[in-house]
């Protein structure tokens, strides 16, 4: 099979962060008029931060346009709670719901490109203006520093449905058979398509604001199928609330290998995953993204980390500054032109 794809490619989370961050910064205005006159200790613990970096003892607002609890929180947290530590700062997240991830990100947009703020990022948010109303910002409104993660997604059913397999789940595809997609237009949706133009089928799509509401509809019945990430899904299949019919990764996973991959149950070759990763405001300077970016990296060959990530359902996939200003401007243009070609749908 030829697949059409836009991929370009805890057991417990460490939650540390509220919503609303800004007051916590540290200003470097007042810092610059501090008196010249300071303890010795006070002196040298400064020194000490600024060789240790720009981040060094700073607040950075990591705004995660999805709710809390969902596959990019997750991720996120996870994360930076590692970056805390590298970096010698605190970072705090702000979940800003809403608008398909539209609202938090146009409120990155507004920040100041200080250096101290970041949003959560993913396949399909540079495309936000061609695929939902109102959106205020275009790809150029964001500044690409790296990405961290591509996750595959869970073909999940509710127990009501009586779908236990991939073969009930494609008798099923007959357009009436609801299917729930965790935002409009996110990488849901393009799974949702790959997945019926490699298949054959069809399924009425039932829009969520974010991974977690699907969760909860599918335990309940009231949606038939869904494809959350597998750090969204895993409590549910062990609670047996939830039926794993596969992953749609090209391996099997290590947080879940009893689910097998689509390609393995008789689609060769399909694989969709969603990378998660960061950008922040226009302007912010290259250095200090640089060095959030580095310390992605290293958080990332982290083996503490690592094992932690796959506790958590996150699949580790460093991609550095450098490459990932190229990587940024590809997918943009592969979500866009595969949008263009099934927006219909």
Not at 194 to 211: H, P
Request: aromatic letters at 10%; proline letters at 3%.
């Amino acid at each position: 099979m030829k697949r059409k794809s836009l991929a370009l490619l805890m057991a417990a989370v460490m939650a540390f962060g509220a919503a609303g961050c800004s007051s916590g910064r540290t200003d470097e205005a007042s810092a610059d008029q501090a008196p010249a006159a300071e303890s010795g200790s006070e002196a040298a613990g400064e020194a000490a931060a600024s060789e240790d970096g720009f981040y060094a003892g700073k607040t950075v607002e990591m705004i995660v346009p999805w709710a809390a609890g969902g596959g990019a929180d997750t991720a996120c947290r996870l994360i930076c709670s590692y970056m805390e530590k590298e970096l010698g700062c605190t970072i705090v997240i702000n979940n800003v719901t809403g608008g398909g991830g539209s609202i938090g990100l146009a409120q990155l947009t507004d920040a100041d490109a200080d250096g101290l703020t970041y949003a959560y990022f993913a396949n399909t948010d540079s495309n936000g203006d061609i695929m939902l109303e109102g959106v205020p910002y275009t790809v150029d409104d964001f500044a690409p520093v790296c990405k961290f993660a591509a996750d595959p997604h869970i073909i999940l059913a509710s127990n009501a449905s009586g779908i236990t397999d991939l073969d009930g789940l494609l008798a099923a595809g007959d357009g009436s058979t609801l299917w729930g997609i965790g935002g409009a237009w996110t990488h849901w949706d393009f799974l949702k398509l790959e997945f019926e133009e490699a298949t054959g089928t069809s399924y009425k799509r039932l829009v969520y604001d974010g991974g977690a509401a699907v969760i909860t509809d599918i335990m309940n019945g009231d949606c038939t199928v869904g494809t959350p990430f597998v750090s969204e899904a895993l409590s549910a299949i062990d609670a047996g609330e939830a039926v794993p019919i596969a992953i749609t990764s090209a391996e099997r996973n290590d947080a879940c290998p009893d689910i097998p991959t689509v390609a393995e149950l008789g689609y060769d070759g399909f694989e969709s995953t969603m990378w998660r990763g960061f950008v922040a405001p226009v302007g912010t300077s290259e250095e200090a993204m640089r060095e959030f970016a580095d310390a992605v990296g290293v958080v990332c060959e982290n083996p503490e980390f690592q094992e932690a990530a796959v506790q958590a359902g996150v699949t580790v996939d460093f991609t550095d500054y450098d490459a990932f200003q190229d990587f940024y401007k590809e997918n943009h243009e592969s979500v866009k032109a595969y949008y263009e070609a099934n927006s219909d749908m």
